[in-house]
């Protein structure tokens, strides 16, 4: 059976500059069936969904929903959405994490009624300041394991699904600590997809070996490059570049890179990768449209969706000798 990935992977699409862009993501549990908008299609309550989406939009706070690996029966696609009333006595996960290298934090809160999440400022929360989450929701710096978020939303996309959780339930069969379901990532044609928190970077074509790779990175402070798609914090051009830097360098320490500065538009962009030690490359992005032809998502007609090819990495600065653990 002809799927969006089977296609993808065949063409042998690139994953680099592919990733959704949030520079906070906040993340809500709510367990059973999730519909194709899983904020408003989902046993969250409509009125809620479409409130938390009002508060989030233009903030730079990306929510989602996440639930334990498990079976969680689809709705029925005839069946009218039923709108219900607050579950006040269920315990619900939430997390929020800011991604920014050298800002990255991942805090952690329970909440009985979700409609809490509105005293956020969300505004703070996408600029990265955590103490808001902390008050409104009695939050704390999460200690435990990295998160391991796996895209399972049958309804956006069967690859989801029929990838998506045979690699969720995989992981939490094997007691890797921190596996969530999530509602939607993006790139479906790039399932199983993965993003791996507090730091932020998203995964494709994923497997358990490789999420155990990319979550043992975190845990040692560095980021693992084979399947990544690239770090929320960045608009797409600027994932592949700082991508494109660490293949280049070697430098694979979490918070060494970040971006300075992206110059240009569509179709061509020049990328400025700053090191903490003073090190600058110049990258350029160019986007091209991958061809032939293939389905962006199952279902969808064909297309030629944007693909970020770095054509030049030039360093700017000198390189020096950096310190322990910079690499």
């Known amino acids: 059976m002809s799927t969006c990935t089977t296609a993808s992977q065949a063409l042998d699409e690139p994953l680099a500059g592919t990733a959704a862009t949030a520079r906070t993501w906040l993340l809500l549990e709510q367990p059973g069936p ?14 809620l969904g479409r409130a938390l989406e009002a508060a989030a939009k233009g903030t730079g ?14 709705p029925d696609p005839g069946a009218q ?21 050298g800002r990255s934090w991942l ?23 955590p103490h808001t989450f ?5 939050g704390r710096p999460h ?12 309804k956006r996309d069967r690859c989801c699904a029929l990838l998506g959780r045979p690699l969720a339930g995989e992981l939490a069969a094997a007691g890797v600590p921190g596996t969530w379901e999530v509602t939607h990532l993006g790139g479906h044609r790039f399932a199983p997809t993965v993003l791996v928190l507090p730091y932020g970077y998203a995964y494709g074509r994923a497997t358990a070996p490789r999420v155990r790779d990319a979550l043992r990175g975190v845990r040692e402070g560095r980021i693992v490059l084979e399947g990544c798609r690239g770090g929320s914090a960045w608009e797409r051009p600027a994932q592949a570049a700082e991508l494109a830097v660490r293949a280049r360098t070697g430098i694979h320490a979490a918070d060494a890179l970040t971006v300075a ?14 090191h903490a030690d003073g090190r600058l490359w110049r990258v350029t992005v160019v986007q091209g449209a991958s061809s032939p032809p293939r389905p962006e998502s199952c279902g969808s007609v064909l297309g030629s969706p944007a693909r970020m090819d770095v054509e030049a990495v030039r360093a700017l600065h000198p390189a020096r000798a950096s310190g322990p653990g910079r690499h």
């Open 143 to 154: 200690t435990g394991d990295p998160l391991a978020l796996v895209c399972t939303n049958g």
């Open 34 to 47: 999730w519909g194709v908008k899983a904020l408003t299609s989902s046993q969250l309550d409509q009125r």
């Open 81 to 101: 959405v039923r709108t219900e009333e607050t579950d006040t006595s269920a315990v619900r996960q939430v997390y929020a994490a800011h991604t920014v290298p």
């Open 134 to 138: 902390d008050d409104a929701l009695a």
């Open 61 to 74: 706070v990306r929510l989602a929903l996440i639930r334990r690996p498990g079976r969680h029966a689809d």
């Open 261 to 274: 500065r992206t110059e240009g538009e569509a179709p061509l962009w020049e990328v400025t990768v700053a």
């Open 107 to 129: 805090h952690g809160a329970t909440v009985t009624d979700p409609a809490h999440l509105l005293d956020l400022d969300f505004a703070a929360l996408g600029a990265g300041d």
